[in-house]
């Protein structure tokens, strides 16, 4: 039974081309190598084949899945983040009302007040979002190179924090309470039915609740089948030179 039944998130049912006799099966195999779009999977009538439909159902699970999970806890331990958690009280609120996802309460702020590093130069925080596989994933890869970068960069960071039940306005809080130059956000993105693992990066200079989203700076797609961590590190590392430049981010920002 086993040799009849494949794993239909495996690679081989990925890269498959499903369509009955396709004029070019090589450019069927090009297109799909291109990208993780629903491309060249053919039809039994009117609907999926059952092969796509069974990965359908098992994506859409994985994308559920990933917004209603934890993130591993002992992971941020490990690598020394302080933990604090937005004014949603658990992940149900957390997905009913934004607004609570963007600030915390008032303990919370003299908390990261009193335990962080006042006026570093990067400010590195950590936040599930809406993916906490995301977090899971790629934090350690990625946050071991940033902290190598930026240091040999000659930065101080500042303590890092990673934020419970986090929207992305979360950053701006963090940077006015602490006087950040540089604020790095990275935060699981909202999943799609390729990926639950996708990290975001938000990077603002001198980031401020009082600022538009636009003062933002943007890398997306962080994960093994798109940016890789490692890799997104290198260029966020970059990045952070370019805003400490310029004293600049987001739209304002012309690189």
Known sequence: MEDMVKDVLSREIKDKVLIDAPQSMEFCRRLKATTNARLCIGRAGERFKTQMLLKFRADHAIAMDAVWSSVDEELIDRLGFIKVQSMAKDKEEYIRRPDLGRIFSEETLQLIKASCKASPDVQIIAADGLSSYAINANLEDIYGILV??????????????????SRVATMDKISE???????????????????????????????????????????????????????????????????????????????
Do not use: W
Request: glycine share 10%; aromatic share 6%; proline share 5%.
């Open 177 to 255: 309470l602490l006087n950040a130059k540089v604020t790095i956000q990275l935060i699981g993105e909202r999943p799609g039915l390729a990926t639950g693992e996708s990290m975001s990066c938000y990077m603002a200079y001198e980031s401020s609740s009082k600022k538009p989203e636009s003062q933002r700076t943007v890398v997306s797609n962080i994960y093994r089948d798109g940016i890789p961590p490692v890799e997104a590190g290198a260029q966020i590392v970059h990045l952070t030179e370019i805003l400490m430049r310029e004293k600049k981010s987001g739209i304002d920002l012309k690189i």
């Open 148 to 165: 190598d970068g930026l240091t040999d960069k000659g930065y101080t960071l500042g303590t890092p924090i990673f934020v419970k039940y």
